[in-house]
């Protein structure tokens, strides 16, 4: 009779146990994400200046309940939208799962960071935020909308032919400012972190307009540009600077957006997509092989049959994006020296030493597809070292 009565009274505490440690779970979990919404709502309640604050029923409602998706991605997705004085406009929906860089993960980090950043430029080269909307875990960012989207689509293969290079010469100048604007036109230095033509987008006259500042860092500006404290590598493979993977290459600054530039241009001016030297299919790595074809006379640049005027603004283009990816920080150019660069003569601008190639470059993909990561040997690394230290940084 005792042996049972103990059974029984550990029974029945195991049953009332388990909901009340269930219970428990359920309770810290909503505490911590309160405290991450409390957040965020004190971080927008002291911002000045800020655009439109939608409720999520206004979103829904301008969306026409999220019919008309433009684009998806490991933010969240895009929707038109059709706001009340009839102008139209990009909806960005930001995702609640925590492999979300801007919705849910890292406690809304990358919103705040959009909105605190994006939320008091006004420049013609930047996309403008209309307005945002946080309610709870539903957050969601309303921009100008952009009818040609973004660049991407119009350099890849099968679009090669859709811009001129007369407009691509116009777009990278177009970013170039917008670059600069951040860098120095505001009462904060802004870091992008993540330049690229998914991030670049076109209006009604292929005017381009940098989106997308998930990413971004404010720095306080100072003679030196201050430089930005960085825990992690971020940015898209390919489009980020060495110095983000190796620190004995030279500090993280503004100069990584420089390099991010650069190698947006080679991409526009080839007309190709951005070829990493570990894909299987590439036995050549395009900055070499452009810097090889520019700095012989004569030799023409462009793809495809194109007029003498046309073939110097791809050689320009050219070596203003070598400028820009020299693997040294110190000796990349800054964006108003770029701007001065694209703007001026072909014949004013010097041929830079051949950048160092990431032959021994390897990516690999996480779970959504996106790169996350970078390897080089240490054969390349010495190599990156080597270059630094023998090359004199010109003075810029």
Same mark, same amino acid.
Request: aromatic share 10%; hydrophobic share 35%; net charge positive.
């Given at each position: 009779m005792h042996n049972s009565t103990v059974v029984l009274v550990l029974a029945f505490t195991r049953a009332i146990g388990i909901p009340l440690v269930i219970a428990f779970l359920i309770y810290k979990w909503r505490m911590r994400h309160q405290s991450a919404y409390a957040n965020i709502e004190e971080f927008l309640q002291k911002q000045t200046l800020m655009p439109i604050r939608y409720s999520y029923s206004d !979103?829904?409602?301008? +969306?026409?309940?999220?019919?008309?998706?433009?684009?998806?991605g490991g933010f969240g997705s895009v929707y038109k939208a059709k706001l009340r004085g009839g102008s139209f406009a990009a909806v960005k929906v930001l995702g609640t799962n925590k492999s979300s860089t801007a919705g849910g993960g890292n406690d809304g980090q990358d919103f705040m960071s959009e909105v605190a950043t994006i939320g008091r430029i006004h420049h013609a080269n930047v996309v403008r935020l209309i307005g945002y909307c946080s309610e709870g875990s539903k957050r969601a960012l309303v921009y100008e909308?952009? #009818?040609? /989207?973004?660049?991407?689509?119009? !350099? $890849?293969?099968? %679009?090669?032919?859709?811009?001129?290079?007369?407009? $691509?010469?116009?777009?990278?100048?177009?970013?170039?400012?917008?670059?600069?604007? $951040?860098?120095?036109?505001?009462?904060?230095?802004?870091l992008h972190f993540d330049i690229k033509p998914h991030n670049i987008l076109l209006d009604q006259t292929f005017n381009p307009k940098i989106s997308d500042f998930g990413l971004a860092k404010l720095n306080h500006p100072g003679g030196d540009h201050s430089i930005a404290a960085l825990t992690a590598?971020? /940015?898209?493979? @390919?489009?980020?600077? #060495?110095?983000?993977?190796?620190?004995?290459?030279? +500090?993280?600054? =503004?100069?990584?957006?420089? =390099?991010? &530039? /650069?190698?947006?241009?080679?991409?526009?001016? @080839?007309?190709?997509?951005?070829?990493?030297?570990?894909?299987?299919?590439?036995?050549?790595? &395009? #900055?070499?092989?452009?810097?090889?074809?520019?700095?012989?006379p004569g030799t023409p640049i462009a793809v495809g049959e194109v007029t003498e005027e046309e073939d110097n603004i791809a050689k320009k283009m050219v070596i203003v @994006? $070598?400028?820009? !990816?020299?693997? %040294? #920080?110190? %000796?990349?150019?800054?964006?108003n020296k770029v701007v001065e660069m694209l703007e001026g003569d072909l014949e004013s601008l010097e041929l830079p030493p051949k950048p160092v190639l990431y032959a021994a470059e390897t990516v690999t993909k996480n779970e959504e597809g996106s790169s996350s990561s970078s390897h080089m040997s240490s054969e390349f690394t010495q190599s990156i070292i080597s270059t630094v230290n023998n090359y004199e940084s010109p003075q810029w």
């Open positions: !979103i829904k409602k301008v +969306t026409e309940g999220f019919k008309d998706k433009l684009g998806e909308f952009m #009818p040609n /989207g973004s660049l991407d689509k119009h !350099i $890849l293969h099968h %679009n090669q032919g859709s811009l001129s290079l007369e407009q $691509l010469y116009h777009i990278s100048l177009g970013v170039a400012r917008g670059i600069e604007y $951040l860098h120095s036109g505001c009462a904060m230095q802004i590598a971020r /940015g898209t493979i @390919g489009y980020m600077a #060495p110095e983000m993977f190796y620190k004995n290459i030279g +500090t993280v600054s =503004y100069k990584a957006d420089v =390099y991010s &530039f /650069g190698m947006l241009v080679l991409e526009m001016t @080839g007309k190709r997509k951005n070829l990493n030297a570990a894909t299987e299919h590439s036995s050549v790595y &395009f #900055p070499s092989w452009v810097h090889n074809e520019v700095s012989m @994006g $070598l400028w820009c !990816i020299q693997t %040294n #920080p110190a %000796n990349r150019p800054p964006m």
